[in-house]
């Protein structure tokens, strides 16, 4: 690990903020560095220039109303736009100071490094324990000892483990809303990655499975770098400790979460954290 | 009035429900039809005795079954030249089976009701169904053994029956025999013989091979004289027993017991012992091989091949247009050509089946089996090996007709699959084919399976095609046997449908087929059902497995 490289003293996001008081963050060592990120959706640019790093071992949350491109921000860093036709990106994102659009770059090894959750729970229709499994197997690892192990330690790691210990070959589309999300959650920790993105987790939820997976962030973080995109401002402040606000497609303001919410240095931040627009 | 009830919808709703209930009343029609037609022929029916007298000849006695009443109006009989006793509206026709075509030159005779003197089912009559010449009706007299009466009057009707038992039993020995072994010794002699021409096409035919060959030709051929003794044994043994009967006209006839499959006394069964007797038929109808031309007997062989063909079909056509509509669906570039080609595909799906069949002569026999004959079987020159219409080229262009079908379903079930679920799958570091094969392919599975059913569908109700590469109206062998290589692909199979088309318009008996094409037509269908009620249980069980996700 190059740690010495990619610790970053307070970085000056001054440079985005232009004219206002410089914005000085603590110091943190840096997992993720987009640099000059333009992405274009069939020409039409959705991305403007994002500039912007995030640090190793603490959740930074994405807010912006929608349509800002705080989702396809996040689907950059695992390569999800690849998926999608006629996207083109330019500009660098650095995963522990390696360029991930690179070519020598595999995309299945980087997502194995960046685990990703989307806004709906997709379970595949397998058993729970398949579903845990999964990403393990696709590795080549079929050793049912080995299995067990990492699917128990990732179900107790979702918070999950109590719940449905008794019925893991069980088909997962049985069961609840958050209990989907959080086997979700089960089947990207047990692959072990170094970031997980999470777009939306909670948004199709109600508001004690909300609850149980913010939980759960607060405890995954100890571990995981996590980046979250999420409508709700409050779930933002609770969750994160750092928070981006973006709007158009461009990166407005990026800081502490206490900061941000509480002393904003733009003006649009600031009407939209008290709801003026958005 | 009119016009609010135009506007209710309700017209709709009737005219809709109209549709689908005249569909219902064609389906359950004609599935009745085919099955009282053709169930009807199982069931053992009385045996009639007639007395009768028209204009030409003396009084005479009939005996036979009666199969199918018929009225002419009184204008067309006469017109035909019959005359009307009673100067009724109709002339009233009967249909009757009396059998003995031997005796009487044809199996079925029309007679007229107003010249029936008399009619009775006295309870001695028989029924004897022969392996050649068709049913014999008529009245048991004596049993023979060796030429010598054994037994006559009451005693004669069981002592026949004993007899019977053993002889068919020897006779299925003989049968036995016959088929497994002396063919199998011929199947091995024939393998020997290519063998030696191969050998001598490659100049490695010399004295030591030679001699090897020669002990175990030699050695083939004391099993087939020891084989050879033991039919000859068990024939004599059949020989001795007949039957002594007299036929309607009075002339007693001898009917040896190996000629004969079944001897029955219809008139005496209950309703029971004809249920049984009924269900019996039934299986024989299903489980023998055909005789006389395929008038009679069963149609073992064209159940077993239409089944066996299909399934082959479906072998090679699932991994076909799975593969096809995977890359369609997902690695080509969706554009103009990717739209050009899906039309072609499509529209393949309504070529005219026989072009198919043209095409698989043309292609696969005399192309591909022409140069399969060439390259690996020079020894067998120059009768043909694959060379010939046979069961792999049949389920070849069945394969290649049923594809779109395949196709088209496969595409379909993969674009239902949520991108949600490819985006898991690829986030956890799945490349595509990964997603492919372990999460999307499993979840189309229902969708495949639904175009394996259509294509099941169509292949096995399809003729055209089969007659022109592979199908025979009588397959001397199965294609599936005891020799090696067990599966005989380059053989040629006997099919339900095409079984169907013979006995009903080549057939010279045709008042004794018209039953059977009904009975072939119900087990065509049954089979159809049959097979898509397999492949219907197995998607009904992917489905579960892999229901979709619900929100």
Known sequence: MTTAQTRTHGINIGALNRDEKPQQIENFETCIKIEDLDLFYSGKQALHKVNMEMPRKKVTAYIGPSGCGKSTLLRCINRMNDLVDGVSIRGRILLDNEDIFDKSVNVAALRRRVGMVFQKPNPFPKTIYENVAYGLRIQGVNDRHILDEVVEKSLRGAALWDEVKNRLNENALGMSGGQQQRLVIARAIAIEPEVILLDEPASALDPISTLKIEELINELKDQYTIVIVTHNMQQAARVSDYTAFMYMGELIEFGETSELFTNPAKKQTEDYITGRYG | ?551
Request: charged share 20%; net charge neutral.
């Open chain 2, 1 to 551: 009035m009119i016009k609010t009830w135009f506007k209710s919808g309700s017209p709709w709703i009737w005219m809709t429900a109209g549709a689908v209930s005249i569909n219902l009343i064609l389906v359950a029609g004609l599935l009745l039809l085919i099955s009282v037609r053709g169930l009807g022929h199982f069931w053992p029916g009385d045996i009639k005795e007639y007395h009768y007298q028209d204009r030409q000849s003396p009084e005479t006695v009939i005996i036979g079954e009666e199969t199918e009443t018929a009225l002419l109006g009184a204008a067309q009989a006469r017109a035909a030249g019959y005359e009307l006793l009673n100067k009724g509206e109709y002339l009233v026709q009967h249909l009757v089976k009396t059998g003995n075509r031997d005796i009487l030159g044809s199996d079925f005779r029309w007679i007229q009701n107003q010249y029936i003197r008399s009619q009775s089912t006295p309870d001695d009559l028989l029924c004897v169904e022969r392996r050649e010449w068709g049913n014999f009706y008529g009245r048991l007299l004596a049993v023979k053994e060796n030429g010598v009466v054994i037994a006559q009057g009451q005693q004669a009707w069981t002592v026949a029956l004993e007899k019977l038992d053993s002889a068919k039993s020897l006779y299925n020995q003989i049968d036995k025999l016959q088929d497994k072994d002396v063919g199998a010794i011929n199947y091995n002699l024939e393998r020997l013989r290519l063998k030696q021409r191969a050998l001598e096409l490659k100049n490695q035919w010399n004295g030591v091979v030679s001699q090897e060959f020669a002990d175990k030709k030699l050695a083939y051929e004391l099993e087939y004289k020891v084989i050879q003794e033991t039919i000859g044994k068990f024939n004599q043994d059949l020989k001795q027993y007949s039957l002594l009967v007299s036929e309607a006209g009075g002339r007693q006839v001898n009917i040896p017991l190996a000629r004969i499959v079944k001897i029955s006394r219809p008139n005496q069964m209950s309703i029971l012992d004809k249920s049984i007797d009924y269900v019996r038929n039934f299986i024989d109808f299903i489980s023998e091989d055909p005789r006389e031309a395929n008038t009679e007997g069963g149609i073992f062989p064209a159940i077993f091949g239409t089944v066996l063909m299909v399934l082959l079909m479906a072998v090679f056509v699932t991994p076909f247009g799975v593969i096809a509509a995977v890359y369609l669906r997902e690695y080509a570039r969706q554009g103009v050509i990717t739209r050009i080609i899906r039309i072609a595909v499509n529209n393949l799906a309504g070529v005219p089946s026989i072009v198919y069949g043209v095409f698989g002569l043309g292609f696969f026999v005399y192309i591909l089996g022409g140069n399969i004959d060439r390259l690996f079987f020079p020894e067998a020159a120059p009768a043909p090996v694959f060379g010939t219409p046979g069961l792999l080229w049949a389920s070849l262009t069945l394969a290649l007709l049923t594809l779109p079908v395949v196709i088209v379903a496969t595409e379909e079930g993969l674009s239902r699959i949520p991108k949600s679920i490819r985006e898991g799958s690829l986030a956890l570091g799945a490349t595509k084919a990964e997603t492919l094969w372990r999460t999307v392919l499993p979840m189309a599975s229902p969708a495949i399976m639904t175009g394996l059913i259509l294509a099941v569908a169509r292949a096995a109700g399809e003729v055209a095609p089969l007659m022109l590469v592979g199908v025979v109206k009588l397959a001397p062998t199965l294609p599936l046997d005891g020799n090696f290589p067990y599966l005989h692909l380059d053989r040629k199979f006997m099919h339900l449908g095409f079984h169907i088309y013979d006995v009903g318009f080549q057939s010279p008996n045709v008042e004794a087929a018209r039953p059977l094409v009904y009975a072939t037509s119900l087990l065509l269908v049954m089979v159809i059902v049959g097979l898509n009620m397999f492949a219907i249980t197995i998607r009904n069980n992917l489905r579960e497995k892999y229901r979709a996700l619900e929100n």
